[in-house]
């Protein structure tokens, strides 16, 4: 249970959580809990590769980070999919984590990744894709490793609701230790883009706000920074 502290209108969020390597909270709620139950089914996939995607910061990274904490795998780059062989990367690791695949795709290439679900397959071990897009729209042209990509399971992460959007203001200002009431987030649920970005921007611009005028977080402060958002 989450809650927005103080007023009568006090948010109450039963929203779950989840621990990250950092020992951050992953608020699970219907707009990612399909995602999370990938996470959670693992080592029981169904494929060797599972694909995670949505928007920015819409948390696939942190779900990455839990991934690999639960299952003692390790995070690879673009850089190693493309100069490691296979069998190097899995070595000692039950299970890869790539973020932002389909970019890695571009400076890999697609044999690479090919070559690495291969091995995945043959081995037993498991492979973790996060991406901005579905693996069917990243316009793949090798024939064998697009029709692995769509056959493996994957899952989407939505744009939050209001619910979700308050929750992860309330943390965002709870991580920079800034004081806040419900009111500021029912103002700013209000009146904001509906996007894990766009309240992760519009925190930080509060905080500078706060911190350079050395004004407490309040309503009119947090008008004046969604209106500058709203004009950039």
């Not at 809650?3 to 948010?11: I, R, V």
């Not at 795998?73 to 984590?97: M, N, Q, V, Y």
Request: hydrophobic share 50%; with cysteine; charged share 25%.
């Amino acid at each position: 249970m989450i809650a927005a502290s103080g007023g009568t209108d006090q948010l109450l969020l039963d929203l779950g959580h989840r621990p990250s390597l950092a020992g951050d909270d992953f608020l699970v709620a219907p707009c990612n809990a399909a995602a999370v139950k990938w996470i959670d089914a693992w080592p029981a996939w169904p494929s060797p590769l599972v694909a995670i995607f949505g928007p920015s910061g819409s948390g696939k990274s942190h779900l990455a980070q839990v991934f690999l904490s639960k299952s003692g795998g390790r995070a690879i780059s673009a850089r190693d999919l493309a100069k490691a062989e296979p069998a190097r990367l899995f070595a000692d690791a039950p299970a890869l984590a790539l973020d932002d695949a389909e970019r890695a795709l571009d400076s890999a290439g697609e044999e690479a990744l090919l070559h690495l679900y291969n091995h995945a397959a043959e081995a037993g071990r498991q492979l973790l894709l996060t991406a901005h897009r579905p693996p069917a729209r990243w316009g793949v042209r090798l024939a064998d490793l697009d029709s692995r990509l769509k056959a493996a399971p994957q899952a989407g992460i939505a744009d939050p609701d209001d619910a979700l959007i308050a929750a992860v203001l309330v943390k965002q200002f709870a991580d920079r230790q800034l004081p806040v009431d419900d009111g500021v987030i029912s103002f700013m649920v209000k009146r904001m883009e509906r996007s894990f970005a766009a309240a992760r921007a519009a925190v930080e611009r509060i905080d500078r706000l706060s911190l350079a005028e050395r004004r407490p977080v309040t309503v009119p402060l947090a008008r004046r920074v969604l209106e500058s958002q709203q004009e950039d």
